[in-house]
């Protein structure tokens, strides 16, 4: 059989009509087939359930022996598959006094129906080109939804890829009551405010909600507020019309524009300036963006998140955060455990860390040792699963067969890349002697992630650094920091 011919299941109880059926169908022999006949409800659910892929369309009787037939019949095979076609002919006569009828069938999910010439017309069933152009139809049709179902399952395998570089690791009741939470939140398209401290995993929260929600196929854009220097934020958002200031040669779509139809998250929102936080609040009540140099209403429709690791109450008493924006953002509120308060997540988190990246190493997994564990499990935990994830790594970078008590001592008082003697016989090298511009970028560099390391967020390295944040995020760009 040709793979272009279209197969047909013949669901008829009267031989005669089974003729028909056969006859009706001769002109478009070379183009299609009847596979087989049968003459129950019964014997086509098992013909579909045994052979789904045996098919391309089902030519039924609405009335045939056995218990299942018509509407019920045309269910429960579109049950099992979606795409098969079901063509339903019958000897009850559809006319406008009887369209109730018309409507069951389709709404049964059958694709088309035809009313069976009367039985003194031997040779056909029904009209022949109209029957046989019906079939191709809906074979076109079968086909269609052939690919968009396999495009949907290309999607939705690309979102269960993305949730899996994103995984939620835990067991603890309040990791529990967080993933149900995050269930709860995905379904309603409003905003959530999701607080807590460095490194707890807001963007993994935040990732979820989208994955989960109706807008789960639209694009899905984060935007770090603090990273963005403030001169440029408002056009980085929400975007500007050619010649709108000097050197705007051409327009550019925002962060909003692009977000349009999914979702956006404004982490470290704290740290937006109030000229872009009304501007936001626009956004969030009338759907609207204020494009610069453009006078017209431009509308978008996106969901917002917003992550803090700073309390926005605080920020608004010092008149540092708009009262109403905090009031639009805090609808819905997550706050996320920090590790130290997630019991034995703390192991689960670590032995997940430890085979990823020995994995991604190359490396045979090192033991742990109950010592080792002890120790994981007191620890404060200060960074939380930024800190936890650094320590697998640099411990499995030292290839040790047995993790050890020591091993994760030694590893947490240590310096996250380097220790200072190893980057002092380094730099000063007989073998290789660094130029002086070398050397500096080296100690800067150095400098940086020791300063980053014992802070906060960005901002407050910049502060401690004594730098201004837009000066502090270009000398991260030049460094590979960023």
């Known amino acids: 059989m040709d793979q272009n011919t279209i197969r047909l299941l013949v669901v008829e109880d009267e031989e005669f009509d089974v003729r028909r059926i056969g006859n009706t169908l001769k002109p478009f022999r070379d183009r299609m087939e009847i596979v087989d006949v049968v003459s129950s409800g019964e014997d086509a659910l098992e013909c579909v359930e045994t052979h789904c892929d045996k098919y391309d369309i089902i030519i039924m009787d609405y009335q045939i022996s056995g218990s299942i037939y018509g509407e019920q019949l045309i269910r429960k095979i579109r049950t099992i598959d979606p795409t098969l076609q079901i063509i339903v002919i019958t000897k009850k006569t559809i006319n406008q006094t009887n369209l109730h009828f018309a409507n069951q069938l389709i709404e049964s999910g059958a694709y088309w129906f035809g009313t069976k010439y009367p039985g003194d017309i031997e040779e056909y069933i029904y009209q022949p080109t109209d029957f046989g152009l019906s079939i191709i139809n809906a074979y076109e049709k079968r086909l269609l939804e052939i690919r968009n179902s396999r495009s949907q399952n290309k999607l939705d395998k690309s979102i269960e890829d993305n949730l899996r570089k994103k995984p939620f690791i835990g067991e603890s009741p309040v990791i529990q009551d967080l993933k149900e939470m995050i269930r709860s939140y995905a379904a309603v398209n409003t905003t959530v405010l999701i607080q807590g401290e460095s490194g ?8 979820h909600i989208h994955y989960q929600s109706k807008r789960k196929y639209e694009n899905y854009i984060t935007v770090n507020c603090a990273a963005i220097p403030r001169e440029l934020i408002e056009s980085e958002l929400f975007g500007f019309e050619k010649g709108s200031f000097s ?5 550019k779509a925002g962060l909003f524009e692009q977000a349009d139809g999914g979702t956006i998250l404004l982490d470290e929102i704290g740290e937006l300036p109030r000229t872009a936080q009304a501007k936001l609040l626009r956004v969030l009540q009338e759907g609207e963006i204020d494009k610069i140099g453009r006078k017209q209403k431009c509308k ?7 992550s803090t690791n700073r309390d926005l109450k605080t920020l608004v008493q010092q008149k540092q ?7 639009r953002l805090n609808i819905l509120r997550i706050e996320v455990p920090p590790l130290r308060e997630r019991g034995e997540d703390i192991l689960l988190l670590f032995d997940y860390f430890i085979n990823f990246y020995s994995q991604d190493f190359g490396i045979i997994p090192p033991g742990i040792d109950e010592s080792a564990k002890l120790v994981l499990m007191n620890y404060q935990w200060r960074g939380n699963i930024r800190q936890l994830k650094s320590l697998a790594q640099r411990i499995l970078l030292q290839k040790v067969e047995q993790i050890n008590d020591l091993i994760v001592q030694a590893n947490l008082g240590a310096d996250q890349y380097e220790n200072a003697s190893e980057f002092i016989q380094d730099s000063f090298s007989q073998t290789r002697i660094l130029t002086l511009k070398e050397m500096e970028q080296r100690t800067r560099r150095k400098y940086i992630q020791f300063v980053r390391e014992h802070s906060q967020n960005d901002k407050e390295a910049a502060s401690k650094l004594g730098m201004a944040p837009p000066n502090y995020h270009r000398m991260c760009k030049e460094l590979g920091l960023k």
């Open 200 to 207: 707890t995993g807001k963007e993994i929260v935040a990732a």
């Open 247 to 251: 050197g705007a040669d051409r327009g």
């Open 300 to 306: 978008v429709d996106v969901r917002v998140l917003a």
């Open 321 to 327: 955060f708009r009262e109403d924006l905090f009031y």
